[in-house]
């Protein structure tokens, strides 16, 4: 009899248990139904998300996982942030000199690749009105410097934001304030390189 009501007492536990986790998936599904997200790479990003758990599921940015990837970088770029990325897209990795990314992805380059990427990452949240308002207050152009310690030059031209990196050369930001939970994506049509 006390075995029968253990085995009774733990049935219930399980199944309270099991509906516990299964009101929590209904609340987290509702919650994303709700959220304000926006379309990148044939995906929707969703900013209860952080950076890595929405970069993956864009079919524009494989690229760029991949590269995180092989860096090393995905715990920190999955950490509490603040970070803002300038997320280069596959047609952007695409436009460097062939074999660039086959050798950058090498375990012996990983430094290089560690020094590129996070050229593009900036130590804070900022979105493009906040980058706006910056190019303004500096007279049309602003400095902006980098987790890798680089620089970019912010500007802007009908409207849009331009990165120009140390070697002259300049991407446009495609599509701006990608929310995430650890910082904010901006989409750009160029990989950025430091000197």
């Known amino acids: 009899m006390k075995l029968q009501k253990i085995v009774m007492a733990a049935v219930v536990l399980g199944l309270a248990g099991s509906s516990a986790a299964l009101a929590a998936s209904h609340a987290k599904k509702a919650m994303m139904k709700s959220e304000k997200t926006v379309m990148v790479g044939g995906a929707k990003m969703f900013p209860s998300r952080n950076i890595i758990e929405n970069a993956v599921n864009s079919k524009d940015h494989t690229t760029l996982v991949a590269a995180v990837k092989a860096a090393g970088l995905v715990k920190t770029l999955s950490g509490k942030g603040p970070f803002t ?10 436009k460097l000199p062939k074999g660039t990314v086959a050798t950058l992805l090498k375990p012996k380059n990983k430094a290089m690749l560690v020094k590129i990427l996070t050229s593009h990452v900036v130590a804070t949240n900022a979105l493009s009105g906040m980058i706006g308002k910056m190019i303004s207050d500096d007279g049309g152009q602003h400095a902006i410097k980098t987790v890798s310690g680089d620089k970019l030059w912010a500007t802007m031209k009908n409207g849009k934001i331009f990165l120009t990196d140390e070697n002259g050369g300049t991407a446009q930001v495609t599509i701006a304030d990608v929310r995430q939970s650890n910082g904010v994506i901006h989409v750009i049509d160029k990989v950025l390189l430091p000197k």
């Open 85 to 94: 990325v300038f997320a280069p897209t596959n047609a952007a990795f695409a």
